[in-house]
Structure formats: structure tokens, C-alpha cells
Nanobody, 113 residues
Framework: VHVVESGGGLVQPGGSLRLSCAAS????????VGWFRQAPGKEREIVAR??????????YYADAVKGRFTISRDNAKNSVYLQMNSLKPEDTAVYYC?????WGQGTQVTVSS
């Protein structure tokens, strides 16, 4: 089983990034997938989550990212994406993908001028 995040980097405030989470080794479409983040000195927190039931996806967003972030999934590619717009310095963190009991290694997002 592998869960791998990518797409992090350094971006200026107001900029955008698109994170990707690729999973393999299990039936991806059966799982809800969540994006979490952990900033230095803080606990890991949920950012967004996407479920999949009967061809319909449901989504959840933390209040801090509502209206700026969009989570989506492509079950055919065993992938989930997090489109992050209007980034703020407080979005700086390591972002992790969670699928069931599995976590990726994280990808660093830094928002700074």
C-alpha cells in the first residue's frame, strides 16, 4: 500500500497550488480521503475530506479554507487533488493525505513573500 503526496512548494500570498495524492495497493474508490496539515508547533488538523457513495462525492472543508480550497477525486486514477487558491501565510504547513488507515509522507507548503 502506498499513498504519495506531491505538488507542494513555495508560493506568495494570494497564490495557488494544486496538491495531488496518489494511492495504490487497495480499492481506492471504497475510501473517504482526507487532506490534513500540520504547522510547526501545532497539532495535525483536517483541511478537507471527500467521500464517495454510489457515484456521488460528498465534501467537507474546515472553516479556515472554505471558499479557497477545493478537493476532488479521480477514482480511475486512484487520485485525490486539493486545489488551493488565495493562499495565506497561515496555510504554511506540511500537508498529508489520509486514506483509511494509510498516510502519505507529506508535502511542504510554504506561503511567504
Amino acid at each position: 500500500v502506498h499513498v504519495v503526496e506531491s505538488g507542494g512548494g513555495l508560493v506568495q500570498p494570494g497564490g495557488s497550488l494544486r496538491l495531488s495524492c496518489a494511492a495504490s495497493g487497495f480499492t481506492f474508490s471504497s475510501y473517504a480521503v482526507g487532506w490534513f496539515r500540520q504547522a510547526p508547533g501545532k497539532e495535525r488538523e483536517i483541511v478537507a475530506r471527500i467521500t464517495y457513495r454510489g457515484s456521488v462525492s460528498g465534501t467537507y472543508y474546515a472553516d479556515a479554507v472554505k471558499g479557497r480550497f477545493t478537493i476532488s477525486r479521480d477514482n480511475a486514477k486512484n487520485s485525490v487533488y486539493l486545489q488551493m487558491n488565495s493562499l495565506k501565510p497561515e496555510d504554511t504547513a506540511v500537508y498529508y493525505c489520509n486514506v483509511g488507515d494509510y498516510w502519505g509522507q507529506g508535502t511542504q507548503v510554504t506561503v511567504s513573500s
